[in-house]
């Protein structure tokens, strides 16, 4: 779900880089998996002095993707998936969760890190779900990618993924255009579901944690609420609109003495 690469490695973009942590791989640390380097695991251990709510923040951000899926599945009707960004697999992942409600739904996951290719074989052998090694700064490849179009068909509504992603795009990267390639393609009915950091609910606006990505495969970029939903164009958000992924119908009520998460997420149709 979090998985960009760069840099020094732009001649190689799907080369394995373990001299610099991966926001993937310190992803699935902080998640409490096992696919990551000591490099990973170090950054994430810094970032987490920075920001102790990560791992709760982390799970909240699991839990939001699991109820925007069954929403889009369930009241959407959509019964096709583009997960960008998709991250390492983790159980249940967006295959299991849709088709616990719709059994047909065909799933295409994309992501740049060879890790989660590597760790998504498994699925190889299932003809409604692809594998797809492709960098979401190329919109346009992902969307033309023959083993995306062997799963999801662009006449048809889609639910678009792109959780907690966006924000290892920096600004220079055109976030907001990238977005709108991805959108523009989608026939009315389809679905955006996205989430990304902020630093809006602390004080500190999490700069000393979002500076340890520096080293990183990959900077992360906290945007505010404006600026973050702008992302979602003319789409119509659902109810309750762009709010902090533990806001958004969550299944049960929060601690009183959670930690706020920072975190915005939201769910957005496209047409009337």
Not at 76 to 97: A, C
Not at 246 to 256: A, I
């Given at each position: 779900?979090?998985?960009?690469?760069?840099?020094?490695?732009?001649?190689?973009?799907?080369?394995?880089?373990?001299?610099?942590?991966?926001?993937?791989?310190?992803?699935?640390?902080?998640?409490?998996?096992?696919?990551?380097?000591?490099?990973?695991?170090?950054?994430?251990?810094?970032?987490?002095?920075?920001?102790?709510?990560?791992?709760?923040g982390v799970l909240a951000n699991r839990r939001f993707l699991h109820r925007a899926v069954r929403h889009v599945v369930a009241?959407g009707g959509v019964r096709q998936i583009l997960d960008v960004g998709t991250g390492l697999p983790t159980e249940p992942n967006?295959?299991?969760?849709?088709?616990?409600?719709?059994?047909?739904?065909?799933?295409?996951?994309?992501?740049?890190?060879?890790?989660?290719?590597?760790?998504?074989?498994?699925?190889?052998?299932?003809?409604?779900?692809?594998?797809?090694?492709?960098?979401?700064?190329?919109?346009?490849?992902?969307?033309?990618?023959?083993?995306?179009?062997?799963?999801?068909?662009?006449?048809?509504?889609?639910?678009?993924?792109?959780?907690?992603?966006?924000?290892?795009?920096?600004?220079?990267?055109?976030?907001?255009?990238?977005?709108?390639?991805?959108?523009?393609?989608?026939?009315?009915?389809?679905?955006?579901?996205?989430?990304?950091?902020?630093?809006?609910?602390?004080?500190?606006?999490?700069?000393?944690?979002?500076?340890?990505?520096?080293?990183?495969?990959?900077?992360?970029?906290?945007?505010?609420?404006?600026?973050?939903?702008?992302?979602?164009?003319?789409?119509?958000?659902?109810?309750?609109?762009?709010?902090?992924?533990t806001d958004w119908r969550p299944e049960e009520p929060p601690r009183p003495d959670a930690a706020p998460i920072g975190i915005?997420?939201?769910?957005?149709?496209?047409?009337?």
């Amino acid at each position: 779900m979090t998985s960009l690469s760069g840099g020094e490695n732009a001649a190689h973009p799907y080369r394995v880089d373990t001299s610099k942590p991966h926001p993937a791989r310190m992803y699935d640390y902080f998640l409490g998996g096992k696919d990551h380097y000591e490099v990973d695991q170090r950054a994430a251990e810094e970032f987490m002095k920075a920001a102790p709510e990560v791992r709760e923040g982390v799970l909240a951000n699991r839990r939001f993707l699991h109820r925007a899926v069954r929403h889009v599945v369930a009241e959407g009707g959509v019964r096709q998936i583009l997960d960008v960004g998709t991250g390492l697999p983790t159980e249940p992942n967006v295959h299991q969760i849709a088709r616990a409600l719709a059994p047909e739904t065909r799933v295409a996951y994309v992501d740049n890190d060879p890790i989660v290719s590597t760790h998504s074989r498994a699925l190889s052998d299932d003809p409604d779900t692809s594998v797809v090694l492709a960098d979401l700064r190329d919109p346009r490849a992902i969307l033309d990618h023959p083993e995306v179009r062997g799963v999801v068909d662009l006449g048809r509504p889609v639910a678009l993924l792109l959780v907690a992603v966006l924000h290892f795009v920096s600004d220079a990267e055109d976030p907001a255009g990238i977005v709108a390639t991805l959108r523009d393609a989608l026939p009315d009915g389809s679905y955006l579901v996205l989430s990304h950091a902020t630093g809006d609910v602390h004080e500190d606006r999490r700069a000393d944690a979002a500076a340890v990505y520096r080293n990183a495969t990959a900077s992360m970029n906290l945007r505010r609420h404006a600026e973050v939903l702008d992302l979602f164009g003319d789409f119509t958000l659902v109810e309750p609109g762009l709010v902090r992924v533990t806001d958004w119908r969550p299944e049960e009520p929060p601690r009183p003495d959670a930690a706020p998460i920072g975190i915005y997420g939201g769910v957005a149709r496209k047409g009337a």
